[in-house]
């Protein structure tokens, strides 16, 4: 292919109709037949980057490698695609405001009134068109956030509109809708993606395929009111049935037809079909598990599965590499206490403390980690979970009773938790932690080093705050070994406990490089060896 080919996805009637999936599902299908594949999220909200909001606004804030603090959705295209993502995969209307307005202060625009099109758009265009420019890309997926009608959105619609007019047969659309079953009635509306799509050619839009999301099979007499309603080819209207795993999508999809559809509308042909095999593997793995154990996730978030999105994944890709259904119960850390720590935790297998920010939970995770240590059950701390490992250790094994982090108790005459030197004079909260990929070499012999099989490492971080080295030989002295080191800032990533089964504290993020086709390393062996303990 000599140019790079463009496909929007859009989103009709509802929000979490799964956008990301289908965007990541149609990248899978055009990756495994041979093309090189990209794809991006526009978010129309006016923050940054999702860094700063509450993750009940927004679900997890996934991390990249050149540390974009990004959507969510990003996970999905990486785990995926197994390819890494960047900055440029993830834009928001903040960033393109604050791109034009900088250009306007600069004088750019030669004095030019600013506005909606042509300014807002041609950035939005440009930075669609860059990403498939600086990496020689057959095919960029762009999805925009939201729904079509949403004000926010407008700007993208009217982008997309220019592109298609602009480029003719190098850009297609892709609408997902919903197509609700009625019970009262036993019936499935086809209503509501008519008018959604009618929303979309009051923009100037004609999609060129309709994937429906439903519940139930669509029957033909269906697709075809669809279809004619729709200005849609019958071929070109999609069925995405509901599934019991995301991974499911790209089969169903192939099934569908959606990649052939998407070739022959953009007069490519293809001689390979998409070779889906590993993938298929994976997921007969995942169905046919010879064995189950529950592992206890405990954060100040367990009723909101979506701000742990990574690590539940990651724990799926880690099961299947075990040949294990990883059951995740989610404990809410504020729930537990010295009263009732035994009757919330009694059947784990293992016990992983999350990541988060601030004082709420904090010491229903630190009396967590002191029953996992005593009682020998394996143990995997993230970012602040390897953070209250070691105010727990310090508190009940050094015996320094007020141990605590500067984050959660500036006061504590025992700071073994102390802000990072580089984040003392900060003001600004947006963008500001230590973020993305930085490197680690890992001790001769020990847990990790075993695992990793590897001697340095590269993880991804979102924090500010770091284990205090003035305590170093205190915790070694007592079995907590810090056994992976940033040289370079001496920074401790990495903690084990001697004499325990499995017990280990990363400060990065493990999970957000966990990938169905390489599962990361500590959270197979986590797995691993909760299921020894579970056996045992």
Not at 471 to 488: A, D, L, Q, R, W
Request: glycine residues 8%.
């Amino acid at each position: 292919m000599n140019k790079t080919k463009y496909i929007f996805v859009t989103g009709g009637v509802a929000s979490s109709l799964g956008k990301g999936i289908i965007s990541a599902s149609l990248a899978k299908l055009l990756q495994a037949r041979g093309f090189n594949v990209t794809i991006q999220k526009l978010d129309p909200y006016l923050n940054i980057d999702p860094g700063t909001l509450n993750p009940y606004e927004h679900g997890e804030c996934y991390v990249t490698e050149d540390g974009a603090e990004t959507d969510l959705d990003l996970g999905h295209y990486e785990r995926f695609l197994n390819l890494e993502t960047s900055q440029a995969n993830n834009i928001t209307t903040g960033i393109i405001y604050q791109s034009v307005i900088n250009k306007e202060r600069h004088g750019d625009y030669l004095g030019k009134t600013v506005q909606i099109i042509p300014h807002i758009t041609d950035e939005i265009k440009y930075r669609i068109k860059l990403l498939g420019k600086s990496k020689k890309l057959d095919f960029v997926i762009t999805e925009i956030g939201g729904t079509v009608g949403d004000i926010e959105s407008l700007p993208y619609i009217e982008a997309l509109r220019q592109m298609k007019w602009e480029m003719g047969g190098d850009c297609l659309v892709v609408h997902l809708t919903l197509v609700p079953f009625l019970a009262a009635t036993g019936e499935l509306k086809t209503k509501p993606t008519q008018h959604s799509v009618k929303m979309l050619l009051e923009y100037g839009v004609q999609p060129d395929v309709l994937v429906c999301r439903t519940e139930h099979h669509i029957p033909e007499a269906l697709r075809k009111k669809i279809a004619l309603f729709c200005n849609v080819e019958y071929d070109s209207v999609m069925e995405s049935i509901d599934t019991n795993t995301i991974y499911n999508v790209p089969i169903l999809m192939q099934e569908e037809g959606l990649d052939k559809v998407v070739l022959k509308k953009l007069n490519i042909t293809s001689s390979n079909n998409a070779d889906l095999t590993k993938w298929k593997e994976f997921l007969y793995k995942l169905n046919h598990p010879s064995k189950e154990i529950t592992i206890g996730l405990v954060g100040k978030y367990a009723e909101l599965k979506d701000a742990y999105k990574s690590i539940l994944e990651s724990f799926i890709h880690a099961g299947v590499a075990n040949d294990c259904k990883v059951n995740v119960e989610m404990v809410h850390s504020e729930t537990i206490n010295e009263q009732n720590y035994l009757e919330k935790l009694a059947g784990l297998s293992g016990i992983l403390v999350a990541p988060g920010f601030g004082e709420r939970g904090i010491e229903g995770k630190i009396i967590t980690i002191k029953y996992a240590r005593e009682n020998n059950v394996p143990f995997f701390g993230i970012c602040l979970g390897m953070q209250c490992a070691v105010i727990e250790f310090a508190r009940n094994v050094l015996g320094y009773e007020d141990a605590h982090s500067t984050e959660i108790k500036s006061s504590t005459t025992h700071p073994v938790i102390d802000i990072m030197e580089d984040q003392k004079k900060i003001i600004s909260k947006g963008g500001t932690m230590r973020l993305g990929a930085y490197p680690c070499n890992l001790s001769q012999k020990s847990k990790v080093q075993k695992i990793y099989k590897q001697d340095e490492i590269i993880e991804r971080h979102r924090h500010r705050y770091e284990f205090n080295n003035n305590y170093i030989s205190e915790f070694e002295s007592k079995g907590m070994i810090p056994v992976g080191i940033n040289t370079e800032s001496e920074l401790v990533e990495i903690i084990e406990l001697k004499d325990h089964v499995w017990f280990i504290g990363t400060q990065f993020h493990p999970e957000y490089k966990s990938t169905v086709a390489n599962p990361h390393p500590l959270f197979v062996s986590f797995v691993n060896a909760a299921i020894n303990y579970n056996e045992k």
